[in-house]
């Protein structure tokens, strides 16, 4: 298989495109943590790439915490001798006219789509540094991060952000 003894993180992969990222690594042979802030949607996604063959293990984590990413990716290096693929699929989305826009609703997508991606990065970045094997690092944005959309203004603004952050990184 393609991935046989790489290790990878999927963020928000309890659900939607994190899930079917998280099989389809396992699925390539890698031993994948299967993060997601849902602790059960996390262990329901390690049952059905357990069932499969697949090897993986749950990671309750809100990406907005730093000490909570550190502890998800120090369970990779526990659990299987370290870290060579991180996806940063966790985002959060809230259809909200312009006007509408709450500071509540602006923090909220930033804190996930930017902030979580930045911890996420940083975190898996210095341990593939210290691995010296190094590694990659996707990162999930939208065709929104390229265009304005009506009803969604922060999270086009978010998504623009992770697109710049990936060409900064």
């Not at 389809?24 to 994948?32: I, K, L, P, T």
């Amino acid at each position: 298989m393609k991935l046989d003894g790489k290790v990878a993180i999927v963020t928000g992969a309890g659900s939607g495109m994190g899930r079917a990222i998280a099989q389809a690594y396992a699925r390539e042979g890698a031993s994948v943590i299967v993060s997601d802030v849902n602790a059960n949607a996390a262990q329901a996604v390690v049952d059905e790439i357990a069932q499969q063959g697949g090897v993986a293990s749950a990671s309750q984590t809100d990406v907005r915490d730093q000490a909570q990413v550190q502890a998800m990716v120090d369970l990779a290096v526990a659990a299987y001798g370290g870290l060579d693929i991180l996806v940063n699929n966790a985002g959060v989305g809230r259809i909200i006219p312009f006007l509408e826009t709450t500071n509540e609703d602006w923090d909220f997508m930033f804190d996930v789509n930017c902030k979580g991606l930045l911890w996420c990065s940083q975190a898996a970045a210095r341990q593939m540094i210290a691995q010296q094997r190094g590694g990659k690092i996707i990162n999930l944005a939208s065709q929104a991060g390229r265009r304005g959309e009506a009803l969604v203004l922060a999270y086009c603004a978010s998504k623009a952000c992770v697109i710049s952050m990936t060409q900064s990184m």
